[in-house]
């Protein structure tokens, strides 16, 4: 599903200075560069002065979440704000070093398909869940109207890899006869069932509003 150019313009648009500054130009898709950097020359900024003004990258670290605090207290009352109040919660990570930095490439590849998005450190309840320390998970969040296509764009650019590893590790355990009796249509059989439900019910929606 394509990103509605002026939808990009429009989110961009609503950041803050801070913030526009904040993004990696480099994680975003060529027509996503071309209006960033047009957002950017109509507030006459300086991209190369802030990041040398910035200091280093700190965004899997715990300054990072500080700073996301206050930059979205900075942003209230912008079109971002509003969307978190009804985001998507598209994935969680474990609140250990490795999740932060999985929570952060999350949001660089969605960035990268122009879906807004942020992140958020949220503390479990260990009464309400069992969980083992540190207790705490990040939240990577989305718009709700992109929910599906998110979920679609880290499938493709973290966890279908994960996957893959441990499908290869799998197939390595296995002995010659073992892996001989495997129909491989059988086995994907299920993943591919799943993709063509999700065109059937797609293309059921868009026909039902055209009238047909």
Not at 2 to 8: E, H, V
Not at 178 to 202: F, H, M, P, T, V
Request: proline residues 4%; negative net charge.
């Amino acid at each position: 599903m394509a990103i509605d150019p002026q939808y990009i313009r429009d989110h961009y648009a609503s950041l803050t200075d801070e913030s526009l500054l904040d993004m990696e130009r480099a994680d975003l898709t060529p027509e996503a560069q071309n209006i960033f950097d047009s957002e950017v020359r109509r507030r006459g900024l300086d991209v190369e002065k802030s990041r040398i003004g910035g200091g280093e990258d700190d965004s899997t670290g715990g300054d990072f979440w500080a700073r996301r605090t206050a930059r979205n207290d900075d942003e209230e009352g912008t079109e971002e704000a509003s969307w978190m109040d009804n985001a998507f919660i598209v994935t969680t990570f474990s609140g250990t070093a490795l999740g932060g930095t999985d929570a952060a490439d999350a949001r660089a590849a969605l960035t990268a398909a122009g879906i807004p998005c942020d992140l958020s450190e949220h503390e479990v309840d260990p009464a309400d869940e069992p969980v083992s320390p540190p207790y705490r998970e990040y939240r990577v969040l989305v718009p709700a109207a992109f929910g599906m296509q998110a979920t679609s764009v880290l499938d493709t650019a973290i966890f279908n890899g994960r996957f893959e590893e441990d499908w290869k590790t799998q197939f390595e355990s296995l002995s010659d006869e073992e892996i001989q009796s495997i129909n491989i249509d059988a086995l994907c059989e299920g993943l591919l069932d799943r993709a063509e439900r999700l065109r059937k019910a797609y293309t059921r929606e868009v026909s039902r509003r055209r009238g047909e």
